[in-house]
């Protein structure tokens, strides 16, 4: 799987650009804030239909137009795909393929996975849960679909459920068996989440746990660990358990829009008493394993983005990560640096096939 070819206009700072790409290793080079990052990140568009860093659509439309559009060429299982997706200022964004749009944007998921490694990756250990719930539910939904459709119709479940609450406090409305077949619906979602979960972490782990190994090359004890209130319990007795507490509080306070993902390193909090090496070589391995684990689901290797590491990361840690890219166990690659020359030269010297492009204000010239 790769990307044959990338067009964007009026995407962030990208009035108009048009690039064809190598089936190898492709690199933005150029100063910081002139639009490496953008092209990334319109790459990750055409995987997850959103962005990786602004998720107000309306926003990633450059200032003063009406519209962006990305469009891409790419071969997906030996089939040429034509992906394109668009936005006008006020309006619902349309995702095609092969001219083809989706009814639904969550159709698209899995065809064209992405994983991306960025300095910003350390929200996973410096913010809340809600983040870390979103690097299981994206990744599992890259290549399960019933997960993907039992997320969407929870959220939209426990929206009801909170308004009902709400309604309840506001007014003293009571509507008991609405609530019931609420919950009913909410339990057997929530159920299926949890175990999906449970199941891929038993999967993912070892994963995990094998590529911290190569990058440390230490034999650091880390761990993650899932945290559930569904751990010894049962959904719907945690729901009638909470009822009167929900209604003070007015939203659903139990349940795995709850849970976390808990990181840890010789059993202490990572976020506590891990070092800055050992936190990057923690989340590396972390997005390593998820992009080893994609690949072994979907039988070929997701494109890999790398943004501005060479910068970030010592030499132990970027030698690992081109070794890989080296042995061809990493397939199509993205790398951002500010440096004209540096990738370059080391990707020349190590022989292997690329194409670099200089990007100042939002416009690209091969190198």
């Known amino acids: 799987m790769h990307l044959s070819s990338l067009s964007l206009l009026n995407f962030k700072n990208c009035q108009e650009i048009s690039i064809e790409f190598s089936e190898r290793v492709n690199c933005f080079l150029g100063n910081n804030g002139q639009g490496k990052t953008n092209l990334l990140d319109a790459i990750h568009y055409l995987s997850y239909t959103k962005s990786f860093f602004n998720s107000i659509d309306s926003q990633n439309i450059l200032f003063n137009q009406p519209?962006?559009?990305?469009?891409?060429?790419?071969?997906?299982?030996?089939?040429?795909?034509?992906?394109?997706?668009?936005?006008?200022?006020?309006?619902?964004?349309?995702?095609?393929k092969n001219k083809k749009a989706y009814k639904r944007l969550s159709d698209h998921i899995g065809l064209l996975p992405v994983v991306m490694i960025t300095p910003f990756d350390i929200n996973l250990v410096l913010d809340g849960s809600e983040i870390r719930r979103k690097f299981i539910d994206v990744l599992i939904s890259q290549f399960n679909k019933a997960y993907l459709d039992q997320l969407i119709g929870y959220n939209r479940l426990l929206l009801q459920r909170n308004k009902l609450l709400k309604k309840w406090a506001e007014s003293n409305l009571f509507q008991p068996d609405l609530l019931e077949v609420i919950n009913v619906q909410l339990v057997e979602k929530g159920n299926f989440i949890y175990s999906t979960r449970k199941q891929f972490l038993l999967d993912f782990i070892?994963?995990?746990?094998?590529?911290?190994?190569k990058i440390s090359k230490s034999s650091e004890h880390v761990e993650l660990h899932y945290e559930s209130s569904l751990n010894g319990n049962?959904?719907?007795?945690?729901?009638?358990?909470?009822?009167?507490?929900?209604?003070?509080?007015?939203?659903?306070?139990?349940?795995i829009h709850k849970d976390d993902l808990i990181f840890k390193i010789h059993d202490q909090p990572l976020k506590k008493f891990g070092s800055q090496g050992q936190q990057k070589s923690f989340l590396i391995a972390l997005k390593l394993a998820k992009f080893q684990f994609i690949k072994n689901q979907k039988g070929f290797a997701p494109i890999l983005l790398l943004d501005d590491i060479f910068d970030k990361l010592d030499n132990n840690?970027?030698?690992?990560?081109?070794?890989?890219?080296?042995?061809?166990?990493?397939?199509?690659?993205?790398?951002?640096?500010?440096?004209?020359?540096?990738?370059?030269?080391?990707?020349?010297?190590?022989?292997?096939?690329?194409?670099?492009?200089?990007?100042?204000?939002?416009?690209?010239k091969q190198l």
């Open 234 to 255: 049962t959904f719907s007795s945690l729901l009638q358990e909470n009822l009167d507490k929900d209604r003070r509080l007015t939203y659903t306070s139990v349940g």
């Open 67 to 96: 519209f962006f559009t990305i469009e891409s060429n790419c071969m997906v299982d030996d089939e040429s795909v034509h992906l394109h997706c668009a936005l006008k200022r006020g309006d619902k964004k349309i995702f095609r």
């Open 317 to 364: 840690r970027v030698s690992y990560l081109l070794d890989l890219i080296q042995s061809k166990e990493l397939g199509q690659t993205f790398i951002t640096d500010t440096d004209l020359e540096k990738v370059p030269a080391i990707l020349a010297s190590m022989k292997i096939d690329y194409k670099a492009f200089e990007i100042n204000n939002g416009k690209t």
């Open 206 to 213: 070892p994963e995990f746990n094998h590529f911290y190994e």
